[in-house]
Each structure stands twice: as C-alpha cells, then as structure tokens.
C-alpha cells in the first residue's frame, strides 16, 4: 500500500482531535472512527470530518512558504541541526529516497481521500436536509480542489493523481499531466459552485474565525471563485479567470491594509492538541530573508525600501549555515497564534493585472498594478509598460513582494514564464541550483512500480 493508504486510519481516528481547536467549538462525537464514517455516518461524524479538512489543509503551511521558498529564492532556513534545509534544497541531487520529496503529497491526498470518503457519507446520512447535503459537498469540493492545486504547483509538469478513491484498500490513480490536473481541479471548483449555490443561508459545521466573513454558502462562494480564478491564471486561461474574479470577493473600493488583506487564513492557538504557527521564528532566527529579496526592493520618493519589505522583514542575528548566509528574518508573523493567508484581496488583484494584460487590455491591468505599488508598496505609479516583458517584470515583482513569505509563489511564477534559470544563484561555493519542480515520494514510486513515472527519477537543475 502507499503512504497515503496506510495512514487514513489513524488520519480519521485523529479527526476529532484537530477539530478540538480553540477557534472552533465542536463536541468530540466520540471519536469517530473510518468504519462510522463510511459504513454507520451520522451528522455528527460528518460535521466533524468536515471541520477537520480545514485543519488538515494547514498542515501545506510550511511546505508552501517555507520550501517552497527556499526552492524560489525566497527564503532560507538556516537550522543548524538540519543542514540539510540548506544542501539538499540548494544543491540537490532531489532524487528518490532523498530529502526534499514528500513536500505535502502525504498528508494533502489524505485530505483528498478524507473529503471522498466525506462525499459518499453524507448521503447516508438521513437527519441533514437537502440543503445541508449540498453545503457539504460544495465546501469539501473545494477544499479537495485546493488541496490538488497545492500539488499541481509543487510537481509541474510531472503531473499529479486526480482520481482518488474514498476505499483507502482501491488501486493507485493514474499520475495525469499537468494540464489534465488543472482541468480537473477548475471541473471540482465548479461542481462546488453548483452545491453551493442550492445549499441555503448556512452551512451546518462550523467554520474557525479565520473563515469570518466567508462561512456561509454565499460568502464561501467568494473563495471558491477566488481560488478558481487562480487555477485558471495558472493554465493561462485569461478570460475564465477574469469571469470567476468578477464572482469573488475582489475589492479596490478602498487602498486601506485592510482592505488588501480581507480573505481568508489559517488559524492557530497555543491550546493544548492544537497547532502552532509553524512560520513564527523567535530568536535564535532560523528563517532568513533571501539576499535577493532585500536588494530587489524598489525605492519609494523618500528613498527608503517598498514598504512590503520593510512591514515583513528585519535585521537579524546573522548565521551561517553550510557557506550560506542570512542577516535578516521575516516579520509577517509575530507570534505562534499569528494567522496565515490561504487566500486575500491583494493577490486578486494582481491575478486581474495578469489576466487583463494578457487579454489586451494593458490599461486595467496598469490600473491594478498602480492600485497595489500605491497602496501597499507605497511606491509611486508607472505611466505604463513599454512592452511584454516589462509588464512580466512589474507583475513578478509585485507578487514577490505582496505575497511574501506566504506560499511560495516567487518559485511558481518564475516557472510559470519560463524564468526559473534567472533566479539568483548567490552561493558559488556551495555550487547552488535551481530545481524546477519536486518529485514524488519514494513509497509512492514503490507502489507504482514496475510502471515508469517521470516523477520517480533524479530532477535535473534549471540550467
């Protein structure tokens, strides 16, 4: 069995131990465990298998910003008792049975299977109405959905497995391409936009206070068109984007910080059987500032850095860990309660930059542009783009900077034009690379065997 298979039990018997989270309150049901949940569910399991999805999808936190951010050029982390953090993520080999694989894969398609195995209970289940049922579906469409986007960005074009199974003792899915990956994912957030459109004024579970705002069918139909939206920007799919961004929760009413960052976040707490903030890195620093980062910054009029570096980064107690330096540390979060967008207003509005750009209309995409340079860099406006790759060079630079530090997107958008070779290699001692996608874990090539999979081999550097 893979990974995946061996580990769903314990997944479901530890549900309602994620659902004890102090942001959300939920009776423990008993504990549920996978043979209530499939063959005996009741609305209580159900609920409580739901409430634990959105715990289990911050569980990606650390993978996305940190890993993620150390393959982009974003971030370090200078653990000196795991070297590796810094030798296998900048100077490779990535290579079955090494240390940079996993990266989500485990625990993300256990949160997939969770929501099938969620999807064929809550037909079983006779005390919801029909319009509970659909809130059901439609939520934990779009968790899974979310979940498989997270995996499309971390393998590429190696490709992903789309069909999973609720029976944890099924055959593997295939592993599909990256484009049949993204078509699938848009046909999950649109099944999901159809459930909850008929699923009525509330959900019957209760959402955590990082969903405020967006914990009701309507409200949440914001998210789900937002995170469409992004899926379609990833499969270059202009006009489909610019369609499910007019139906999200896309807002330059007002320049305000709050404003930019009205979404919604993970939470956490320092309760016992909760999770902490895996990103909050008190002194000694562990978690430094790529160099790049600090000397890419443009200027605003008085002279001083974007105020995106300045509000997300300080100096810090300088380390040196494998010939790789850091001096500065991130200040996004500060404190392990600290919350982390999954989703915000300010990254919207740069995807309709994106999309509008590239469906010719360089006027509204140099609008949004401005609206984020003005508002949350504090720089001042460009009169407009002189060509294509300028425009590219503005967007990929806004989006380093609005989005920090939170999913590991500078790695994603270099790859997404082709830019992956122009990420700075500043360690020449260490002979530093840049990979461009991870592989897939040895226990799920093992599985997969004899059958060859491009994501069970060696990943060659960007040259």
């Known amino acids: 069995m893979s990974i995946i298979h061996t580990r769903y039990v314990a997944l479901i018997a530890s549900l309602c131990i994620a659902a004890a989270c102090s942001e959300i309150t939920v009776p423990n049901y008993n504990n549920p465990s996978l043979e209530q949940l499939t063959t005996n569910p009741t609305s209580g399991t159900v609920n409580t298998a739901v409430v634990g999805m959105t715990i289990n999808l911050r569980g990606r936190v650390g993978t996305e910003a940190s890993s993620l951010g150390i393959l982009g050029k974003e971030s370090y982390n200078l653990d000196q008792a795991e070297p ?57 469409n779009t968790v899974m959905a979310m979940e498989l986007l997270t995996q499309v960005r971390i393998r590429d074009t190696v490709g992903i497995m789309v069909d999973i199974s609720a029976d944890p003792a099924a055959p593997l899915g295939p592993i599909v391409g990256k484009d049949a990956a993204l078509a699938r994912i848009v046909q999950l957030f649109d099944e999901a936009k159809t459930h909850l459109q008929a699923a009525g004024t509330a959900f019957v579970f209760p959402l955590h206070s990082g969903f405020t705002g967006f914990n009701t069918p309507a409200t949440f139909l914001q998210i789900n068109r937002g995170m469409k939206a992004r899926a379609e920007v990833y499969r270059r799919q202009w006009a489909s984007a610019l369609t499910a961004l007019g139906e999200s929760f896309i807002d330059v009413s007002s320049g305000s910080a709050a404003t930019l960052a009205k979404g919604v976040y993970h939470v956490y707490s320092t309760v016992s059987g909760d999770a902490q903030n895996p990103l909050f890195d008190p002194t000694p620093t562990r978690l430094y500032v790529h160099p790049s980062v600090l000397s890419g910054a443009q200027a605003r009029a008085n002279g001083q850095p974007d105020l995106r570096l300045t509000s997300k980064t300080a100096p810090g107690t300088t380390r040196v860990v494998q010939q790789v330096q850091g001096t ?136």
Request: aromatic share 10%; hydrophobic share 40%.
């Open 84 to 140: 590796r953090n810094v030798l296998s993520f900048l100077q490779g080999p990535i290579e079955p049975g090494g240390f940079v694989q996993d990266l989500g894969w485990t625990d993300g398609y256990r949160n997939v299977r969770q929501g099938a195995t969620i999807l064929e209970a809550v037909d079983k289940v006779t005390d919801f109405t029909t319009a509970q049922k659909e809130g059901i579906r439609g939520f934990v």
């Open 328 to 463: 500065s540390k991130f200040t996004n979060y500060t404190s392990l309660t600290a919350s982390v967008p999954i989703l915000k207003n300010e990254e919207l509005i740069l995807l309709r930059a994106e999309a509008r750009y590239q469906s010719g209309d360089a006027a509204g995409a140099l609008a949004d542009i401005n609206f984020i340079r003005v508002n949350s860099g504090g720089l001042a406006p460009l009169t407009g783009f002189a060509n294509s790759t300028a425009f590219v060079d503005e967007l990929l630079y806004n989006r380093l900077y609005s989005l920090l530090f939170e999913g590991g997107h500078r790695w994603v958008d270099a790859r997404r034009y082709g830019r992956l070779g122009q990420l700075p290699r500043i360690n020449t001692a260490l002979n530093e690379k840049t990979f461009p996608y991870v592989m897939f874990p040895q226990d799920e090539c093992n599985q997969r065997a004899p059958a060859p999979q491009p994501g069970c081999t060696q990943v060659a550097a960007v040259p």
